[in-house]
């Protein structure tokens, strides 16, 4: 070696004290360092030889110094000025110690301290042969054993080859190579001959797998002389390294005139914005990042494609409505009383104050336009529409049930969970107890189920409590809101203002408690799923994205429940309002609480998507940027003068949850979209629309803007699926709810079918909804009434003595009326009661409850039984592949028993 690279040897410290052998690998073995092979797709160009030049001459390269052995791992780590000498030299044991046993577990390291920024040091991690066909067999690594020429596509693929356009692998549409699709049987390096190409070592296994199967060293490998501390994560976390991360395949934007690599391959033809209208390539995503990152491109791929159908259809809805916008009886009634009603004041058509204090009176007419606008997303088509939902959120899990399994068998992941999942090593630390595995008959750790579900007990009712401090934190906001308007009536000055005031307060003042509560949520969720210390990583994570999915379920939906739900149905009437905390309860105007969720969702979805769209941007960039900082040579704009180990730690890092923000995102839109789609059938077009734009920022992220992640397999979505399952259950429930008690359409319906037999005789509707009560002090409060700009424009003023009113141009006037919409009538004894319409209401919302929600389980419960979750070309293959594997034992049986007879013969004749 030669400059600042250096090969790293231990032998002192090894010889000083006994390492500890991977529990999962198995025996070390000695490393072979005659490797000269090099992987296809990479940047092949040596290290340059002059290490006395510029480091801005060093071309890229995926080998070691000797230009041969593949990188397949690189660790990297500073020497912090401000750190003490004892700090130091503690971080530099612990570094020597983790270094020394990987290579006794037969991993080849080398070091490079010749970076440009002359700070960072970098190790890089070789594995020779002996160490992968080791960790292979251990991992239950499937390998190719017969090229699989029994292909049958799904009826899109060849739909899609006969009319000759893409299709989900069609090179025609990629650019790129189809990828042969093999029989697979678990890695056995004690019988080489049943695999292909075994003999080209060197690229028998991909970078994906050679990078998984060091991870899963790094991650074993203690640090410590008493072995309880394991593995890199815990040394990034005590700042004793700094990064840890497999290679990108080279320059992203390699010109077309110059050999492709994997990488600048999937930035061409997937990871730009002008293959929106293409499929993904599946094939080569799950080749360069894994199966769970592929599996997540595929699932959404799928969802976005399923949106297409819903979002024409919910685009038809809003036409409908704007079709009857103008001639909508209900809106027609309101917008007519301005023009035949000039005073208000005398005709009875003067609303009173929708709250205390800041609040006026106001004319009917004023809610014209958002009574027809609620008509845009408050007709029968919505609640056809809303039906229509609920039956397609079924048959999307249902279809998307079949395309996983379909994938997790052509990926050879199916039952990986059961079979090849290895424990975690944070789990095995700690499981002192050992039992063997009924399935795959080896010895594992064990930790009795009573103590896992003790913990987990626990951690429910502490989530249960943190989600009640939540549910608190909005009514506090709700409250404050009130509170800010009845404290600014009292003020001439503010009093104009104080909706505006109380709305942006109340907005940042949440913002704030959610921010705040989410980090207590989030470190809270991570010390119990740590603490529960689950056996496998796919539980691990199952675990911890549930407790921040209950969180942010609560935290996102909270606010439009409380719209839907709460608003304005239990604020009583004037002269007997309900005022919880000595505060009167909020209402919703004339035009119904129906358009103000609308725009409550529109908002909160649609500047949701476009605030995380311009987060997943910004943020890879600004860390990029701050990394860079220092560079001022020029020559690096290009990316050519620095080494592909140096340029990749500049990149973003994947964080320790994968693709849980991803798949967080995604997820809360799907309930947007299916829980509230009955008050907002355009939020599947906004999501199409996202989705197209997501699939290729993601895709654009993770090639360009993020470091390379470790490759994972995964042989679904996860609990994820479940999630969606209890979103689509729950969302029939909340659609029917909605259209029964938000919605005017129970109300219009029966009154058209009480008080006349066809549509024209919903005139006088809202005028039999809106009951009149004499103003007085009692009813809408004295404050109003004396700060009532209003009346003063119309010289009625308020005598506090009389208790009456006087009007400067009519000494006959003495009072007047304000309505308020509800189903109220005065009786005999001068109270106002609930008229015989309202409990009629109330039995045809509870039976549309019924039927809507009967209706659809129903049907979901058919649709499950009628599609089978394996395609029945996935079962012939299936059997095909058992049939070829015990046609594969027999001849081994067979040959082992000839082989046995020829060596007596040899004896005999002997």
């Known amino acids: 070696m030669s400059g600042g690279e250096t090969a790293i040897g231990f032998e002192a410290l090894a010889a000083e004290e006994q390492p500890v052998p991977l529990a999962v690998i198995g025996a070390p073995q000695s490393g072979n360092n005659d490797e000269s092979g090099r992987d296809g797709d990479s940047e092949k160009t040596p290290l340059h030889e002059n290490k006395g030049e510029q480091k801005q001459s060093i071309i890229q390269t995926l080998f070691l110094n000797d230009g041969k052995r593949r990188i397949d791992f690189v660790l990297a780590y500073q020497i912090y000025e401000d750190e003490t000498e004892e700090w130091r030299e503690k971080r530099e044991r612990k570094r020597k110690r983790f270094f020394g046993r990987l290579e006794t577990e037969g991993l080849e390291l080398e070091e490079d301290r010749d970076s440009f920024d002359k700070k960072t040091i970098f190790v890089k991690i070789h594995a020779p042969w002996t160490f992968l066909a080791r960790v292979a067999e ?375 408690a959610i921010a705040i509560l989410d980090r207590i949520y989030q470190r809270i969720a991570e010390f119990l799923t740590n603490w529960e210390n689950h056996r496998t990583q796919t539980e691990f994570e199952d675990n911890f994205t549930f407790k921040m999915f209950l969180f942010q379920f609560v935290n996102y939906y909270s606010s439009v429940f409380y719209i839907a739900f709460f608003k304005g149905k239990f604020n009583g009437y004037p002269g007997n309002y309900h005022t919880p905390f000595g505060f009167r309860m909020e209402e919703c105007g004339t035009g119904g609480c129906m358009i103000e969720l609308t725009i409550q969702l529109a908002i909160i979805m649609v500047g949701k998507q476009v605030l995380n769209n311009a987060m997943e941007l910004f943020f890879p960039f600004f860390k990029a940027w701050w990394r860079r900082r220092d560079t001022k040579d020029e020559d690096l704009t290009d990316n050519k003068g620095v080494s592909r180990w140096e340029e990749d730690l500049d990149l973003a890092d994947l964080n320790q949850y994968g693709l849980f923000a991803e798949y967080l995102e995604m997820i809360i839109q799907f309930g947007f979209i299916t829980i509230f789609v009955s008050a907002f059938p355009l939020a599947p077009l906004f999501a199409l629309l996202n989705n197209i734009l997501e699939i290729r920022l993601d895709a654009y992220k993770f090639v360009t803007l993020l470091r390379r992640p470790v490759s994972q397999r995964a042989q679904d979505i996860g609990i994820w699926y479940s999630i969606l399952d209890g979103v689509t259950k729950f969302a029939v429930f909340t659609n029917a709810f909605i259209i029964a008690v938000t919605s005017d359409f129970i109300p219009r319906e029966l009154y058209m079918y009480t008080k006349g037999n066809a549509p024209e005789k919903l005139d006088g509707f809202v005028n039999d909804s809106l009951l009149p009560f004499p103003v007085s002090a009692d009813t809408v409060g004295s404050s109003t009434i004396v700060n009532s700009a209003y009346l003063e424009t119309r010289n009625v003023t308020w005598n506090a003595t009389t208790d009456s009113f006087t009007k400067a141009d009519d000494p006959s006037f003495t009072g007047f009326m304000c309505r308020f919409k509800t189903y109220r009538e005065l009786n005999e004894a001068g109270e106002y009661q609930l008229t015989r319409f309202y409990f009629q209401y109330l039995t045809a919302a509870l039976a549309f409850v019924i039927v809507f929600e009967h209706l659809v389980l129903l049907i979901s419960a058919f649709v499950a039984w009628l599609i089978p979750d394996v395609p029945s070309h996935l079962k012939c293959q299936i059997e095909r592949e058992q049939f070829l594997g015990r046609q594969a034992l027999r001849e081994r049986e067979l040959n082992e028993a000839t082989a046995l007879q020829d060596k007596r013969r040899k004896e005999d004749s002997v």
């Open 138 to 512: 251990q991992l239950f690594i499937k390998m190719p054993v017969e090229e699989n020429n029994y292909v049958r596509h799904s009826w899109w693929d060849r739909t899609s080859e006969k009319l000759n356009c893409c299709s989900v692998r069609s090179p025609m549409c990629h650019g790129l190579e189809p990828v042969q699709e093999y029989i697979t049987l678990p890695f056995n390096k004690g019988h080489p001959e049943k695999f292909l190409n075994i003999d080209d070592q060197d690229n028998f296994f991909s970078p994906a797998l050679r990078s998984r199967m060091v991870q899963h060293a790094l991650v074993r490998t203690s640090y410590s002389n008493d072995n309880t501390k394991v593995g890199y994560e815990r040394l990034i976390g005590n700042k004793s390294l700094d990064a840890a991360y497999p290679l990108h395949e080279g320059r992203r934007d390699v010109p077309e005139e110059e050999p492709q690599n994997a990488r600048s391959e999937l930035r061409n033809v997937w990871g730009r914005f002008g293959a929106w209208y293409k499929f993904q390539p599946l094939d080569h995503i799950r080749a360069y990042f894994g199966e769970k990152i592929g599996l997540y491109f595929c699932w959404l791929g799928f969802y976005t494609q399923a949106l297409i159908p819903i979002s024409l259809i919910g685009l038809l809805v809003f036409f409908i409505g704007l079709g009857g916008f103008r001639n909508n009886p209900p809106a027609n009634e309101i917008c007519n009383t301005t023009r035949s009603n000039p005073d208000p004041l005398s005709d009875g058509f003067l609303m009173c104050p929708l709250c205390s204090g800041s609040c006026d009176f106001y004319e009917l007419g004023e809610s014209c336009y958002y009574a027809r606008a609620a008509y845009l997303f408050d007709n029968r088509a919505t609640v056809a529409f809303a039906f229509i939902m609920c039956l397609w959120a079924v048959f999307f899990l249902e279809f998307w049930k079949r395309k996983e399994i379909a994938l997790a068998y052509r990926w050879d992941v199916l039952g990986y969970e059961d079979t090849e999942q290895q424990p975690r090593a944070a789990f095995e630390a700690v499981a002192t107890e050992k039992r063997e595995n009924p399935v795959t008959g080896r010895l594992e750790g064990y930790i009795p189920p009573s103590t896992t579900y003790a913990k987990i007990t626990q951690g429910i009712v502490i989530m249960i409590f943190m989600v009640c401090v939540v549910i608190a934190a909005v009514l506090a906001i709700i409250i404050y809101r009130v509170a800010i308007i009845a404290t600014a009536s009292k003020n001439s000055t503010v009093r104009p203002y104080s909706s505006i005031l109380s709305s942006l307060t109340a907005a940042v003042l949440q913002l704030i």
